[in-house]
Nanobody
Framework: QVRLVESGGGLVQAGESLRLSCAHFGRTFSIYAMGWFRRAPGKEREFVAAISWNGGTTNYADSVKGRFTISRDNGKNMVFLQMNSLKPEDTAVYYC???????????????WGQGTQVTVSS
């Protein structure tokens, strides 16, 4: 079994930065692709970013490209999301997920964290 625990959310002003972390417990971390998704109030959950098992390949939603960076540390069983130049529309609950591929769809991921709230004020 796999358990994912996110941290690092909070309230920031537009233009500021936050770094989300996700700790992986359970089965070998390095075999999983990892993704970040978010759900804004009243909206469906959407893909944000993903990274391959070895960190060699990443992909991003167009809305965050150039502002967010996903990375991982397989030695520490952690995945990160560095979020710069935050905008009010980035306000959402952010979830990390583990799966067999880094596809930008919910169904590609088998394990999910409980989420961490990010609020960006204007």
């Amino acid at each position: 079994q796999v358990r994912l625990v996110e941290s690092g959310g909070g309230l920031v002003q537009a233009g500021e930065s936050l770094r989300l972390s996700c700790a992986h417990f359970g089965r070998t971390f390095s075999i999983y692709a990892m993704g970040w998704f978010r759900r804004a109030p009243g909206k469906e959950r959407e893909f944000v970013a993903a990274i391959s098992w070895n960190g060699g390949t990443t992909n991003y939603a167009d809305s965050v490209k150039g502002r967010f960076t996903i990375s991982r540390d397989n030695g520490k069983n952690m995945v990160f999301l560095q979020m710069n130049s935050l905008k009010p529309e980035d306000t959402a609950v952010y979830y990390c997920a583990a799966g067999s591929t880094r596809l930008p769809t919910d169904g590609a991921y088998s394990y999910w964290g409980q989420g961490t709230q990010v609020t960006v004020s204007s």
